[in-house]
């Protein structure tokens, strides 16, 4: 059996060189390759919520993949429907999102090991979304770095893009270059396999299948179509020209600017110096002059023209019609939009991007800043999330399902969701408006720090401020202390984060850990209980967080819940006899 390592190397080299496939199917019997999806899934967000079969990563062993992969051999492995639940959305509506089972995951996993191999050599450099080193922040990057003078943005949003991809032009895509119609017909069934609700069946005819591990790589598979269509035929169509020709105006003040140098007169060097200034030096209607620019992340992307408009109506013309005749989509009229981008601000993953236009701003003597991009932090943005934090009449949120845990938690909750907002605003120049946000946070925390010990929050405040020591000098946080059964301190902070600028600051999607899941596969293959050290029924016992354990006393603890304390994992090698121990203890409990 060959290691999951060669097996995937074999699929990238594929291809870079564009070899077809023609027997896929068959690594889908590799034990290696569903032990290395175990390990990249089993800790993920909702693993541990059960499909239409109850069935989670608890109890997981390798009997269990030897049984799913029987059942693929023989060709009667069949895709259960999902269970569809609701979420909210920011506009008050819900989204909806399917719940596959723990082993339509597990193989949706090793599908994906297989096509992302395969495909992520071919895919285009301006595809950045649900790729291994690549994220928003490169996106954003792309477009900072290289869109220099753009005129107009075409902002482009496919209406209900996963809900809307075609199976058949799905199926259309992969046969073109794997050639296993066992592999097909596997992907098939997973797009046709339905979901339930109250639990009535519901067939799906369309779209990504919702809450699938496959649903990422299946839509950029889909949707390199469109890179590839911007590439091929709009880029070279709309780009022309080496430079602008000099603008006359320019000239001409130019020559003045040298006349009058020569004369020795500085006060009208001075003077044209200034009106020089403010014109442009290259001509904005060279008709020979055109670039086009594009960037995508997931079924979001945006356009960079550098022409009239009426051109920018073609190019967004020419879009919706590719995106309707060949992939069966259409775009969103109400949010597919065109944008001067000197005078207005378009939106992009959450960013305001512009173009930077100051004639007053110079180094040397010449305009440094005129054409730039500008990424910001949009204001709405900032006081939308405010208001997440604050109850009625603008007092701060006191956060009832906090307020019955422990001061660690409260102060790590508030931290982690304020570092995720800056790290994922550090590309913007105006970062420094989330100091709002950072207040009213910081209010909300300390008010239901106060809930929790009914003390005014003054209290709170002098209890838990602190400082702390960053690259840009000593800054004022607050802190909590947690000392853990096994004896660690763990230590808890909300702010304390520069809210300075970072060019490299970066925000990767598929950014793995490189020993994610190898400990739990090392610790399965030696087959021996974590426990009794017995290997009669060796499985895998899974918690989904490890905060469940506190509510056990240190002191009645049993021996599973001081063990996973001790090793700080949600995972325990057990066997068979003490599984079902544990669960009959935490039943009785």
């Given at each position: 059996?060959?290691?999951?390592?060669?097996?995937?190397?074999?699929?990238?080299?594929?291809?870079?060189?564009?070899?077809?496939?023609?027997?896929?199917?068959?690594?889908?019997?590799?034990?290696?390759?569903?032990?290395?999806?175990?390990?990249?899934?089993?800790?993920?967000?909702?693993?541990?919520?059960?499909?239409?079969?109850?069935?989670?990563?608890?109890?997981?062993?390798?009997?269990?993949?030897?049984?799913?992969?029987?059942?693929?051999?023989?060709?009667?492995?069949?895709?259960?429907?999902?269970?569809?639940?609701?979420?909210?959305?920011?506009?008050?509506?819900?989204?909806?999102?399917?719940?596959?089972?723990?082993?339509?995951?597990?193989?949706?996993?090793?599908?994906?090991?297989?096509?992302?191999?395969?495909?992520?050599p071919t895919f285009s450099a301006r595809s950045h979304g649900f790729r291994r080193g690549r994220g928003c922040h490169t996106a954003l990057d792309e477009i900072a770095s290289t869109w220099t003078g753009t005129t107009w943005f075409i902002e482009g949003d496919i209406a209900d893009c996963f809900g809307s991809l075609d199976h058949e032009v799905m199926?259309?895509?992969?046969?073109?270059?794997?050639?296993?119609?066992?592999?097909?017909?596997?992907?098939?069934?997973?797009?046709?396999?339905?979901?339930?609700?109250?639990?009535?069946?519901?067939?799906?005819?369309?779209?990504?299948?919702?809450?699938?591990?496959?649903?990422?790589?299946?839509?950029?598979?889909?949707?390199?179509?469109?890179?590839?269509?911007?590439?091929?035929?709009?880029?070279?169509?709309?780009?022309?020209?080496?430079?602008?020709?000099?603008?006359?105006?320019?000239?001409?003040?130019?020559?003045?600017?040298?006349?009058?140098?020569?004369?020795?007169?500085?006060?009208?060097?001075?003077?044209?110096?200034?009106?020089?200034?403010?014109?442009?030096?290259?001509?904005?209607?060279?008709?020979?002059?055109?670039?086009?620019?594009?960037?995508?992340?997931?079924?979001?992307?945006?356009?960079?023209?550098?022409?009239?408009?009426?051109?920018?109506?073609?190019?967004?013309?020419?879009?919706?019609?590719?995106?309707?005749?060949?992939?069966?989509?259409?775009?969103?009229?109400?949010?597919?939009?065109?944008?001067?981008?000197?005078?207005?601000?378009?939106?992009?993953?959450?960013?305001?991007?512009?173009?930077?236009?100051?004639?007053?701003?110079?180094?040397?003597?010449?305009?440094?800043?005129?054409?730039?991009?500008?990424?910001?932090?949009?204001?709405?943005v900032v006081n939308e999330k405010c208001r997440t934090y604050l109850r009625g009449h603008g007092k701060p949120l006191i956060r009832n399902d906090l307020v019955r845990t422990s001061d660690y938690n409260i102060v790590a909750a508030y931290g982690t969701e304020y570092r995720g907002y800056v790290q994922y605003y550090l590309l913007a120049g105006n970062i420094n408006w989330l100091n709002k946000l950072r207040y009213t946070m910081e209010q909300s925390m300390l008010?239901?720090?106060?809930?929790?010990?009914?003390?005014?929050?003054?209290?709170?405040?002098?209890?838990?401020?602190?400082?702390?020591?960053?690259?840009?000098?000593?800054?004022?946080?607050?802190?909590?202390?947690?000392?853990?059964?096994?004896?660690?301190?763990?230590?808890?902070?909300?702010?304390?984060?520069?809210?300075?600028?970072?060019?490299?600051?970066?925000?990767?999607?598929?950014?793995?850990?490189?020993?994610?899941?190898?400990?739990?596969?090392?610790?399965?293959?030696?087959?021996?209980?974590?426990?009794?050290?017995?290997?009669?029924?060796?499985?895998?016992?899974?918690?989904?967080?490890?905060?469940?354990?506190?509510?056990?006393?240190?002191?009645?603890?049993?021996?599973?819940?001081?063990?996973?304390?001790?090793?700080?994992?949600?995972?325990?090698?057990?066997?068979?006899?003490?599984?079902?121990?544990?669960?009959?203890?935490?039943?009785?409990?």
């Amino acid at each position: 059996m060959q290691s999951a390592d060669t097996v995937l190397g074999v699929l990238r080299d594929r291809g870079r060189q564009g070899l077809p496939l023609e027997r896929l199917y068959r690594q889908l019997f590799n034990e290696q390759l569903f032990l290395v999806a175990y390990g990249r899934i089993y800790a993920n967000d909702g693993a541990m919520v059960p499909g239409v079969d109850g069935a989670t990563p608890d109890g997981m062993s390798l009997d269990m993949i030897r049984s799913v992969i029987a059942l693929l051999r023989a060709e009667r492995y069949r895709f259960a429907p999902a269970r569809r639940v609701y979420i909210p959305k920011k506009n008050g509506t819900r989204r909806p999102l399917g719940l596959p089972t723990w082993t339509d995951n597990l193989v949706g996993e090793v599908v994906r090991l297989l096509l992302e191999a395969y495909y992520e050599p071919t895919f285009s450099a301006r595809s950045h979304g649900f790729r291994r080193g690549r994220g928003c922040h490169t996106a954003l990057d792309e477009i900072a770095s290289t869109w220099t003078g753009t005129t107009w943005f075409i902002e482009g949003d496919i209406a209900d893009c996963f809900g809307s991809l075609d199976h058949e032009v799905m199926l259309a895509i992969l046969a073109e270059r794997i050639h296993d119609q066992r592999f097909l017909r596997l992907i098939a069934g997973m797009l046709r396999a339905g979901y339930l609700e109250d639990w009535r069946w519901h067939a799906t005819y369309s779209g990504a299948p919702q809450g699938s591990v496959i649903s990422p790589v299946l839509s950029n598979i889909y949707l390199d179509r469109l890179d590839r269509f911007v590439e091929t035929q709009l880029i070279p169509e709309y780009t022309r020209g080496e430079v602008r020709r000099k603008n006359p105006a320019y000239g001409a003040v130019t020559a003045n600017i040298g006349y009058w140098r020569r004369k020795g007169d500085r006060d009208k060097v001075a003077a044209l110096r200034k009106i020089q200034q403010s014109m442009p030096s290259g001509d904005l209607h060279d008709p020979d002059y055109r670039r086009l620019k594009y960037c995508r992340y997931a079924d979001d992307h945006i356009l960079g023209f550098i022409g009239p408009r009426r051109e920018a109506e073609q190019i967004k013309a020419r879009l919706a019609s590719f995106l309707h005749e060949e992939l069966k989509l259409e775009l969103s009229s109400e949010k597919t939009l065109i944008t001067h981008a000197r005078t207005q601000r378009a939106r992009f993953l959450g960013y305001d991007i512009r173009t930077k236009h100051n004639d007053r701003v110079r180094h040397d003597g010449k305009r440094t800043i005129n054409g730039t991009i500008a990424l910001d932090v949009p204001p709405e943005v900032v006081n939308e999330k405010c208001r997440t934090y604050l109850r009625g009449h603008g007092k701060p949120l006191i956060r009832n399902d906090l307020v019955r845990t422990s001061d660690y938690n409260i102060v790590a909750a508030y931290g982690t969701e304020y570092r995720g907002y800056v790290q994922y605003y550090l590309l913007a120049g105006n970062i420094n408006w989330l100091n709002k946000l950072r207040y009213t946070m910081e209010q909300s925390m300390l008010s239901t720090l106060a809930a929790r010990h009914r003390r005014p929050p003054w209290l709170m405040r002098a209890r838990h401020e602190a400082t702390v020591e960053t690259p840009h000098g000593k800054r004022r946080c607050f802190e909590a202390v947690w000392h853990s059964p096994s004896g660690r301190t763990h230590h808890a902070r909300f702010g304390g984060i520069p809210l300075r600028r970072n060019k490299k600051a970066r925000l990767l999607d598929g950014h793995w850990p490189s020993r994610r899941g190898r400990q739990l596969i090392e610790r399965l293959g030696k087959g021996i209980c974590e426990l009794c050290e017995s290997t009669e029924g060796i499985t895998v016992h899974h918690i989904g967080r490890l905060i469940d354990l506190n509510r056990y006393s240190p002191k009645t603890a049993p021996a599973w819940v001081r063990a996973m304390q001790r090793q700080r994992r949600k995972t325990l090698i057990v066997c068979a006899r003490c599984h079902a121990d544990i669960h009959h203890r935490s039943n009785a409990q």
